[in-house]
């Protein structure tokens, strides 16, 4: 086996943080799906707006559109959704095959409505409904104002990739919302009491609704390398000892009696995925943050680069629950160094909001441009 066929055995799964229209045109997706490299795709604003902005793939489609004297957002939701729609139906075999375990496609909200909870559940209803494929994932940002709408968006019967986590006090309300969200699905009416146990498949069950929780990763290090010695050994160590607690917190929530009611309504796993995998630091290991954290009922989600730099010398070996001790300690040495963790990791959320939105703004002005 090559190393992300290891990986799928170890119970992680490789999704590509990377969609353009050439890719899924040209059959290149179609094929990387079937040599086993991906199991799913991500995108954001910043992936888009480097997708329309630096090539020409979309500017037969964006002639007529602009002719027709649309406004810049109006084009990008429609180039957005077309894009989403084909790869969702590129994934729809292995979306299937996996019985609804992978074989997904994320899609963003606009992410000016970070702070903006009714805005949010507006728009993911709406998206969910114009793309209308069910291996779609509707990304909404872990912010103070997104947890009520992961919750609404859950209760729904959207699936949600919750994006921009941070810190394990915020993961854990993200589990909540996750957990809430069935339990409204549940006590809406639509489908039996968990206590009750009856309708545990098909029509009356929580099947259907997955998520993923996206908890970022390199960018946690390059804020905290920052404040430490150039000789600190805790220099690299931070965003993989969070990850492992985060997977601990996850283990725990997941195994608890609330989330075992639950699941006698066929209710699905909130697998975390590791995102910001790619290494910021060239003194790194390319592969660091997939060699790391590799554990069962996992997502990681890989650019091109890294996803390359895996296939060609990374190593498969469960190592999440590896050395949680150490993960432990390496935390608490942090505050002995008088660093915040808490503050950092509010600061890696505002920054990463605004990066969002300020590349929504470079997308929109992108495609004024071409006028």
Request: some cysteine.
């Amino acid at each position: 086996m090559n190393p992300i066929q290891e990986l799928t055995a170890l119970g992680q799964s490789i999704w590509y943080d990377n969609i353009q229209r050439e890719l899924l045109e040209n059959g290149e997706l179609a094929a990387m799906i079937e040599r086993g490299d991906i199991r799913g795709v991500t995108s954001n604003p910043s992936i888009f707006q480097n997708a329309i902005a630096n090539s020409n793939d979309y500017d037969e489609a964006l002639k007529p559109l602009l002719a027709d004297g649309w406004d810049a957002e109006k084009i990008f939701w429609e180039l957005a959704v077309k894009d989403i729609q084909d790869a969702c139906d590129i994934f729809t075999p292995l979306y299937k095959e996996s019985e609804g375990s992978d074989g997904y496609v994320s899609l963003e909200v606009n992410p000016y409505l970070a702070n903006d909870s009714e805005g949010t559940v507006k728009q993911a209803k709406e998206l969910w409904a114009r793309v209308n494929k069910p291996n779609l994932m509707i990304k909404i940002p872990a912010t103070k104002a997104g947890l009520p709408a992961i919750r609404q968006a859950i209760a729904a019967g959207i699936n949600v990739n919750v994006t921009l986590i941070f810190s394990i006090a915020r993961y854990r309300e993200v589990m909540d919302a996750y957990l809430s969200g069935l339990e409204d699905r549940v006590l809406a009416g639509s489908l039996p009491s968990p206590v009750s146990g009856r309708g545990a498949g098909g029509e009356g069950s929580l099947g259907h609704v997955h998520s993923v929780a996206s908890f970022f990763i390199s960018r946690l290090d390059s804020i905290i390398d920052g404040q430490l010695p150039e000789n600190s050994p805790l220099r690299g160590k931070i965003a993989i000892a969070n990850a492992k607690l985060a997977y601990e917190a996850f283990q725990q929530v997941f195994s608890d009696v609330r989330f075992g009611k639950l699941q006698l309504v066929q209710a699905n796993y909130q697998r975390p995925l590791w995102a910001s995998t790619s290494t910021k630091n060239p003194d790194y290991p390319d592969t660091l943050y997939i060699d790391e954290l590799i554990g069962a009922a996992t997502v990681n989600t890989v650019p091109p680069k890294t996803l390359d730099a895996f296939k060609d010398h990374g190593t498969a070996a469960a190592t999440l629950k590896a050395d949680l001790d150490l993960a432990h300690q390496a935390i608490f040495n942090l505050a002995l160094e008088g660093i915040s963790l808490d503050d950092a990791t509010q600061k890696l959320e505002d920054a990463g909001v605004k990066s969002f939105a300020d590349a929504f703004t470079g997308l929109l002005e992108t495609i004024k441009g071409r006028k």
